[in-house]
């Protein structure tokens, strides 16, 4: 997954414009070939040295301060009934990471995007199942270890022969349903779809 956003707000002590990106493509300095993320400069590609692990950090080369936000992942509870009984949408990664893991759908927050449509939109993308934003509903808001805050969007209970069926997508291997609660490839989905089969979103 990308690293954490970076908010820039002060060059050489001076006030510049606020941004939000990515460290992964920022700068073209060859400093930044075969880094890890976030263990450089944005500005200017200088390496980070004795820098707290979280909070900001300033440039020594530059003078940057850089503030590392979390980065905002939709993910959508979709309920669906059958003959068997009701479960949750969820599907096989063809993607890293949690490659070939099972995951509720989900992914990262376009800019400028309303959470609401993302919900929907990673569920079309990694499904083929279409939804409608002004139905989906806030359950559960939650910080991940890496850094990541995870909107859990619930969406109304919807019979299986009305969905589309199940097909490869470019990330996944297509969708099931998650009968009862098992681990799943992230902690935190594991978590929610255990709630939801608990019935604490109703």
């Known amino acids: 997954m ?16 606020r941004r939000s990106d990515t460290v992964r493509g920022v700068s073209a300095s060859p400093h ?7 263990s450089h400069c944005s500005s ?31 993910v959508a509870l979709q309920p669906v009934y059958d003959t ?10 063809t993607v890293a990471p949690a490659l070939g893991g099972i995951a509720l759908p989900g992914g990262f927050i376009d800019d400028r995007e309303d959470w609401r449509h993302a919900v929907v939109r990673e569920l079309k993308e990694e499904t083929g199942i279409n939804a409608q934003s002004r139905d989906v509903r806030l359950i559960d808001a939650a910080s991940a270890p890496d850094g990541y805050l995870l909107l859990f ?13 199940s097909a490869p997508t470019d990330e996944t291997e297509g969708w099931h349903l998650l009968r009862r609660p098992e681990e799943l490839a992230f902690p935190l989905h594991t978590l929610m779809a255990r709630a939801w089969f608990e019935g604490r979103y109703i």
């Open 2 to 17: 990308p690293p954490a956003s970076i908010r820039i707000t002060r060059h050489h002590g001076r006030p510049t414009p």
């Open 32 to 38: 930044l070939a075969n880094s890890a993320p976030g």
């Open 44 to 74: 200017c590609g200088a390496p980070y040295e004795d820098q707290p692990a979280t909070g900001p950090r300033t440039c020594a080369a530059c003078g940057t301060v850089a503030y590392r936000n979390p980065l905002p992942v939709a």
């Open 84 to 93: 068997q009984g009701t479960g949750l949408v969820v599907v096989t990664r």
């Open 153 to 165: 969007g619930l969406l109304p209970e919807r019979p299986a022969a009305d969905l589309a069926p």
